[in-house]
């Protein structure tokens, strides 16, 4: 992993990849996987991602002020499947699935190790989007990704030797999609 310039931050979830909310506050920690969430400033950057009222996710970024936004690659398709068909209210789902994660470098949240990229985040306290929405603002403090796949502030063309590091999009009971390719658009000329 390297960092990410704060200013590229955006740039990791921009394409709307499904990412995994990472939680923790009084010794518990947790995992969700969203389908929902993308940036919503650059200066500061800022993202949204949707947690359910129901979740207990959303309990541990509430009573902590903070959460992870953790992009998985096509190679976790499985685990992102599981973690977001599983609560965590009665379980520890690192030490159920023998997950291993590193404290983030600002926040100390936990970041699942194998993902493609990751950003840790305090919340801004919108309760109004909260309540009516589900919707939780937050403020990008750190960002990184893996050089094999985004690099120089720019996610990389899929190749063979890095497609499963392709991210993830959420198409509905179970089934996801990945990226096949990259295509460089170029400004059309006006009619004269």
């Known amino acids: 992993m390297q960092p990410v310039e704060l200013r590229h931050a955006s740039r990791l979830i921009n394409h709307g990849p499904t990412v995994l909310v990472g939680s923790a506050h009084a010794g518990r920690r947790n995992l969700m996987a969203a389908a929902w969430s993308m940036p919503v400033e ?13 979740t207990f996710t959303r309990g541990l970024v509430t009573a902590s002020g903070h959460f992870a936004l953790s992009v998985p690659g096509r190679h976790q398709a499985d685990l992102v499947y599981t973690l977001g068909s599983e609560s965590g209210a009665g379980t520890d789902k690192f030490e159920r699935h ?12 936990p970041l699942l190790r194998g993902c493609v990229a990751h950003l840790e985040c305090r919340l801004i306290d919108e309760p109004n989007a909260q309540a009516a929405y589900d919707c939780f603002f937050g403020e990008v403090v750190s960002a990184q990704a893996d050089e094999r796949i ?43």
């Open 98 to 109: 023998g997950l291993e994660a590193d404290p983030g470098p600002v926040l100390a949240l």
């Open 150 to 192: 985004f690099s120089n502030g720019h996610w990389l063309a899929p190749t063979e030797d890095n497609a499963d590091l392709h991210t993830l999009h959420h198409l509905g009971a179970g089934l996801f999609g990945v990226a096949a390719a990259a295509i460089q658009a170029r400004p059309l000329k006006p009619i004269e």
């Open 42 to 54: 650059f200066t500061p950057p800022r993202v949204v991602v949707v947690i359910d009222k129901s």
